[in-house]
């Protein structure tokens, strides 16, 4: 075994097996053992800054990235406004390929895939759009609308409703309240186009509640409640939107309607006539309005008559029913005189009998036969109308009145 040797500089003595006194600063160890951690410690600097750096470049990078797909969807919404959907939805693409996560890109990629006449667009991509980002955010309104939309042009009702409502209810950046009313607006339209009436009636009326005074608005309103024959709801909005606008010919001829369908024609004929004051050119109003004046001129029944005045209606009317009787049976191919069990050749023989007392001056001394006369009046004129289809003239109105005295409005 070596014998252990003593450091002639320390006089430490050097441990077995190294040639060195470790102790000693002019020897390797102990400056090794300085070198050593300096070493580590330029290393750890180093990496720190590399990674100072590397997270610059890649802050860069990105900003780089977001600055490319800002341009590009900058570039797309004005392609929109150009009318260059096709150019619009690549360069939507484009934006979501630098910046994959943007919700505004998912969004607008989605809307333009839902454009009409895009070429190879499918509803099922913009779908997976839309539901990526409702899925992040459920009450983002104008995503559950864009849904609404595609469930609506496929005919999905259940969705269609979900979705709506969604957009209803949900959050919106900008005029919520307006936003709200235009996406109910739009539900009630999808509900009318499918035959939804009764949903679409509950939708307005839920609406008609909370409408400001805005005459506009009031008239749309109550003219989509006509629709689905809420004509006292309706009557209600015209009304509120008269009192802000006396003179709008809408909301006029709304009511004057409203008037009509409710049998109540003396007002109707006050309210179609001033609409036709404010519009002449409303031909569905004017028509309605002869329809009206028909009736109440025609009326045997109001109270304000004279006998004679009254039986003259009733004869006129009573020669009216019949020639409209003798004309459906012509249509329908139907001998009136010969025996058979056919609802016109009954109606005719009950004319027949009564006809030879059907004159004014016999009429005019009962009142009794005026009510027999005008009973079968009506029952030809509805008769009729089933077999041959609603008349026009002076017959519809006969009809009308037919339909006050014991049957529902059309």
Excluded at 176 to 196: D, I, Y
Excluded at 214 to 223: E, H, I, K, M, R
Excluded at 305 to 323: H, I, M, Q, Y
Excluded at 355 to 379: G, H, T, Y
């Amino acid at each position: 075994m070596e014998p252990e040797r003593q450091c002639r500089k320390c006089g430490r003595k050097i441990p077995w097996g190294q040639l060195k006194c470790p102790f000693c600063p002019g020897h390797g160890g102990y400056l090794w053992s300085l070198r050593r951690d300096t070493f580590l410690l330029i290393t750890i600097l180093f990496l720190i800054l590399l990674f100072v750096v590397t997270g610059f470049a890649a802050r860069i990078y990105h900003d780089v990235e977001r600055g490319y797909a800002q341009e590009w969807y900058i570039r797309g919404e004005d392609d929109l406004r150009a009318g260059r959907a096709e150019a619009a939805l690549a360069d939507f693409r484009t934006a979501l390929s630098y910046s994959h996560d943007n919700d505004q890109y998912q969004l607008r990629l989605a809307q333009a895939l839902m454009m009409p006449g895009i070429r190879g667009a499918t509803g099922s991509e913009a779908r997976t759009y839309l539901l990526n980002l409702l899925e992040h955010d459920p009450g983002n309104a104008t995503v559950n609308l864009e849904l609404a939309r595609l469930a609506a042009r496929d005919h999905a009702i259940p969705d269609a409703l979900r979705f709506y409502h969604g957009a209803v209810y949900g959050q919106w950046d900008d005029d919520p309240v307006g936003r709200r009313r235009a996406a109910r607006l739009e539900l009630v339209e999808f509900l009318l186009r499918s035959g939804q009436k009764d949903s679409a009636r509950a939708e307005l009326i839920a609406m008609a509640a909370f409408l400001p005074p805005d005459p506009a608005l009031q008239t749309q309103v109550g003219t989509l409640l006509m629709q689905v024959k809420g004509y006292d709801d309706a009557l209600k909005l015209f009304h509120r939107a008269l009192l802000e606008d006396p003179h709008l010919p809408a909301a006029l001829a709304g009511s004057g309607e409203c008037h009509f369908q409710n049998g109540d024609y003396a007002q109707a004929e006050r309210y179609l006539t001033r609409a036709l004051e404010q519009d002449p050119h409303m031909t569905q109003a004017a028509a309605m309005l002869d329809t009206v004046r028909s009736v109440l001129n025609n009326d045997p029944f109001n109270r304000r008559l004279g006998n004679a005045e009254r039986a003259r209606r009733a004869v006129l009317d009573f020669n009216s029913a019949l020639t409209r009787l003798q004309d459906c049976a012509a249509l329908k191919r139907i001998d009136l005189k010969a025996a058979g069990g056919d609802p016109l050749q009954t109606l005719y023989v009950q004319a027949e009998a009564i006809q030879p007392d059907a004159r004014q001056q016999n009429l005019s001394r009962d009142s009794e036969a005026i009510s027999q006369a005008m009973d079968v009046v009506f029952a030809i004129e509805q008769a009729t109308a089933h077999a041959c289809g609603e008349p026009g003239g002076m017959n519809l109105a006969l009809l009308l009145m037919a339909r006050e005295q014991g049957g529902p409005h059309p």
